[in-house]
């Protein structure tokens, strides 16, 4: 295989093991089969970030929960041969999908032109096409810590049509499952690296004699033992995902059209929509051939929702969510936890700013640039913000509802400020 396509090439501006290197360098060593097979990977760099998410308990009141997630990043010489195999596989699983008719089923990771609006405006208007239909939601709990080496490694000989991985494949892949990674705020700490101000006057963390000594028998790398689990953050993470759940997508679009209906996937986010009666076949299927993959469903996440029709209305024994909608047969809206999420980020910006006015700045100074930093960021007036994104799904959806949920913010927005002018 090869590509002609430069787009894999791209700069990142994070400090790490090593320099930097051009578009000429990491396209003469991607290129190279050869050098790539006995290419010497270096640890990622591995920071958490936790996620906090507002949801209903037992009782129905908010509550708030938070989820750690690892991010892993690689050297910039390794992310560019991520991301040139990552074209390669891509061209390759494009026409595998394509093959398999699953071309319209995998949402998540590839260049279909369409964002999650789309995806949840198609998947909406076909239950109220339907009308009389069912919707089963079913998520994958921690889908990338759960792949295992040995499908993966099967999947990926399917879908580039060989019986074993190349060398330089096998290197790629042996990269991302005997993987290694390093706390990015323990590396920092032994080589003294403002995380403010990592560059400094730096091209890289260190030197390789110093990263042999500081680094590795200095006991700062941990390496993967078990045979599942892949790195989430690299240039090849998430197709590689896509990849393995191949087998998969097949037999849930099968099941899906014996039960009149559809199947689509977005990463670990599966929904079908489907004739009633069909539920409980379903969800059993679906979690019977995840565990033969090793992952398991997610059952607090897990929704089967009724739809039906009655006097010309479309009804529903409960809204739907999937991708950060909700669906009511009647009216699509923003999650009501994600609004909560964005006006708590609102209160503590301006909280912040309030804070910063008060401690540092004179009586009388100019605070129009804050105030427009502010509006930028949590008011329509900005270009990429929440709710920029929520107008946006409005006009979509036509839905004069999300209109409704984000009206208040502006004023809310403009309150808050006016309490520290």
């Not at 989820?67 to 560019?80: F, G, L, T, W």
């Not at 079908?272 to 679906?286: D, N, T």
């Not at 009804?315 to 009501?336: E, M």
């Amino acid at each position: 295989m090869a590509t002609d396509d430069s787009t894999w090439f791209k700069r990142r501006g994070y400090l790490h093991f090593d320099a930097p290197i051009g578009a000429a360098k990491a396209t003469k060593l991607v290129r190279n089969a050869k050098a790539v097979s006995k290419h010497a990977f270096y640890p990622l760099l591995r920071y958490d970030v936790i996620a906090k998410k507002l949801k209903r308990n037992s009782n129905g009141n908010l509550k708030l929960e938070s989820k750690v997630r690892h991010i892993s990043y690689a050297a910039h010489a390794d992310s560019h041969i991520y991301s040139y195999y990552a074209s390669l596989l891509a061209e390759a699983y494009e026409r595998k999908l394509a093959s398999l008719g699953l071309s319209e089923c995998v949402l998540a990771f590839r260049k279909l032109g369409k964002s999650n609006i789309e995806f949840a405006r198609d998947a909406f208007t076909e239950i109220s096409n339907m009308g009389r239909c069912s919707a089963v939601a079913i998520d994958i709990s921690k889908f990338f810590d759960t792949l295992n080496h040995q499908h993966l490694k099967r999947s990926w000989c399917d879908v580039i049509g060989t019986r074993k991985l190349p060398n330089d494949h096998y290197a790629v892949f042996k990269s991302l499952t005997k993987f290694s990674f390093c706390n990015r705020e323990a590396i920092y700490k032994a080589f003294q690296i403002s995380p403010n101000n990592p560059w400094n006057g730096r091209q890289r963390i260190c030197k390789p004699a110093e990263f042999r000594k500081q680094v590795r028998d200095s006991g700062l790398i941990t390496t993967n033992k078990v045979i599942f689990g892949i790195p989430q953050g690299t240039p090849i993470s998430a197709l590689l995902s896509n990849i393995y759940m191949i087998d998969f997508d097949q037999k849930m679009r099968s099941l899906a059209k014996e039960c009149g209906g559809s199947y689509r996937r977005y990463c670990d986010d599966m929904l079908f929509i489907i004739k009633r009666g069909c539920e409980a076949r379903v969800e059993l299927q679906a979690d019977c051939e995840l565990k033969k993959l090793g992952v398991a469903i997610n059952p607090k996440k897990t929704e089967v929702r009724q739809f039906w029709r009655y006097g010309g209305v479309q009804k529903a024994n409960a809204p739907l969510q999937y991708l950060g909608f909700t669906f009511d047969g009647q009216r699509v809206l923003l999650r009501s936890a994600a609004l909560a999420k964005f006006s708590g980020r609102m209160n503590k910006a301006i909280r912040l700013v309030s804070r910063t006015l008060e401690s540092q700045l004179d009586e009388g100074e100019d605070v129009r640039l804050r105030k427009k930093k502010l509006y930028e960021r949590y008011s329509h007036l900005g270009n990429r913000n929440f709710v920029r994104y929520g107008l946006r799904a409005a006009n979509k959806m036509q839905s004069k509802a999300i209109r409704r949920q984000l009206k208040p913010l502006w004023g809310k927005l403009n309150k808050k400020i006016d309490e520290f002018n």
